[in-house]
């Protein structure tokens, strides 16, 4: 029987995370894609703590972005977390693409929490 969508996500995100661990220092970056909206989180899985979140729903990407892409929101949406982390003391991430592939709106996150100087 073939598995549903949903269904080989969960086992990649299983497999994906047997082996990263994220920590106070270095915390996880997790991604969540739905239909229109994108999330982050920085999770430091030793405490069981979410550290940083942000998303394409926050009031300043929402005014910012009403006529871009999805696309640019998600770029929006990495630089923004960035910013944060930063504000914060975390430079380094462990990147958790969560089961999706490495293209698209999670590699434009990826990409623009890099630019704003987050290292993984």
């Known amino acids: 029987m073939a598995l549903t969508k949903k269904d080989r996500r969960y086992k990649i995100k299983k497999r994906v995370r047997k082996k990263i661990r994220g920590t106070e220092e270095k915390p996880r970056m997790s991604v969540f894609r739905s239909n229109s909206h994108i999330y982050v ?26 006529d871009a892409n999805k696309s640019k929101q998600a770029e929006m949406v990495g630089q923004q977390a960035a910013k944060k982390s930063l504000e914060k003391g975390i430079q380094q991430v462990v990147f958790d693409r969560n089961g999706y592939r490495y293209h698209g709106r999670v590699r434009k996150l990826a990409e623009g929490a890099r630019k704003e100087g987050l290292k993984f």
Do not use: H, M
Not at 41 to 54: K, W
């Open 41 to 66: 989180q920085l999770i430091d899985d030793e405490n069981g703590q979410t550290l940083v979140s942000y998303s394409s729903r926050n009031n300043e990407i929402a005014e910012q972005s009403s």
